[in-house]
């Protein structure tokens, strides 16, 4: 067996998971009728096969009416889903690739006039400046009726055969309430103490915890520090995973710095090409040293030294490269395609000649084919050499 520290199989909780690779949540926008089907399915086929240890599917798969999607997520509020996810995750596992999905609502990262036409709802009373519509501000029985849909979700996702979810908390209704930016409530949930920020966040993952046993693993993608003025700090982002830690309900955490609520804002987040590389996994790896819970993290790590450097450091135990190994995936599926499984590829060929159904949306629309092509060769060289 290999010693390399990418290689070593990680144990959370009862799942052994293959290798320390895994792709972070993102939603490539391919739900038909806001379910996960063929095409789904056949994109997170194609990155188990690949070689990723665990996919985190979706991306903030709306577990309420009142949390409609912006760009085509999955419906995790509709019974119909769970067929479909079992789809997804008998392929993914044929490969010996775990599957997990993020469940969240978006409470005010949303707008009225899609889905039902719901009216928004949010701890704030003000609107996200990414998609300008004014929340309703939520009620007790918002809250409570959210609760059971989350724990509805997650039991849906269970019967799928999923292995686990994770929650978003960074720019969505859970973290709503625990941002002193964003949380206008008077009461129990109010802004006046971590504990009152935290109640509902907390109040969600007992009900979830309640639903689908200790057998089930539930992880936090959360911000732990909002890097703003009046946000949660560094210092206030390590009480609340501790608090995340000492509450036995989570299983890993999957570390977000920063905020999404503008464009710029979730640059920092998620860093385009030019931008510093790994610039929050000290960030991580400190959050990891202070809980000692499982800790996973992905923010533009795009080459093997890197990820390598994360886990034989102890920063993180599992590393997400997400866009990176998208272009591994792609370089096994067009090799398919055009040569069968036998012939190497050469990275300038593949990216030329992929089947559309595996190319994610922002690759196509934000890099130009020049762009696309020097990113492939850049990651496609380490990324390879590992896996083959
Ligand atoms: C198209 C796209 C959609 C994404 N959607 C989500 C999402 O719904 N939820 C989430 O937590 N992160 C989402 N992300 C962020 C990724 O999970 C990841 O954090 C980001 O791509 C940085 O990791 P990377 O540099 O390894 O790609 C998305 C990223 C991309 C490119």
Redesign the pocket.
């Known amino acids: 067996m290999s010693n390399d520290p990418l290689l070593q199989p990680f144990q959370l909780k009862h799942l052994t998971l293959k290798n320390r690779i895994m792709t972070?949540?993102?939603?490539p926008a391919y739900p038909e009728d806001g379910m996960p089907k063929d095409r789904y399915r056949a994109y997170h086929e194609e990155r188990a096969k690949a070689g990723v240890a665990l996919a985190m599917t979706a991306?903030?798969a709306a577990v309420s009416k009142d949390s409609p999607p912006v760009f085509n997520n999955v419906l995790a509020y509709k019974d119909e889903v769970v067929p479909w996810i079992k789809n997804l995750t008998d392929a993914c596992h044929e490969h010996g690739c775990a599957v997990m999905i993020?469940l969240t609502h978006l409470g005010r990262r949303t707008t009225w006039n899609k889905g039902d036409w719901l009216p928004s709802v949010s701890s704030s009373r003000h609107r996200e400046p990414a998609h300008h519509h004014f929340p309703k501000l939520i009620e007790e029985w918002d809250i409570e009726r959210i609760t059971g849909d989350f724990a509805d979700a997650a039991e849906r996702m269970q019967a799928g055969g999923m292995d686990g979810i994770e929650l978003?908390i960074y720019g969505h209704l859970l973290d709503q309430f625990w941002s002193p930016l964003t949380n206008d409530l008077e009461g129990e949930y109010d802004a006046s103490s971590l504990d009152n920020r935290l109640r509902f966040p907390l109040e969600v993952f007992a009900a979830i915890r309640k639903r689908v046993g200790d057998d089930f693993i539930i992880g936090a993608?959360y911000t732990a520090d909002e890097v703003e003025k009046g946000g949660i700090t560094a210092v206030e982002g390590l009480e609340i995973s501790k608090r995340l830690a000492d509450s036995g309900m989570v299983d890993f955490l999957n570390v977000i710095r920063g905020r999404i609520h503008t464009d710029p804002a979730m640059t920092d987040v998620?860093p385009i090409q030019g931008m510093k590389s790994a610039p929050h996994l000290d960030f991580a790896g400190s959050v990891k040293k202070a809980t000692g819970l499982p800790t996973f993290h992905?923010?533009?790590?795009?080459d093997v030294a890197t990820a390598r450097h994360a886990i034989a450091n102890g920063l993180l135990d599992m590393v997400?490269?997400?866009?990176?190994q998208q272009t591994l995936t792609l370089s096994y599926a067009a090799r398919r395609k055009k040569y069968g499984e036998v012939v190497a590829c050469e990275p300038s060929r593949f990216l030329e000649e992929l089947p559309e159904q595996y190319i994610?949306?922002?690759a196509k629309t934000a890099l130009s084919p020049e762009q696309n092509k020097a990113r492939g060769e850049q990651t496609m060289g380490s990324l390879k050499a590992l896996f083959d």
């Open positions: 972070t949540s993102h939603e991306g903030s993020q978003q993608r998620i992905a923010a533009r790590i795009p997400g490269m997400t866009r990176a994610l949306w922002p």
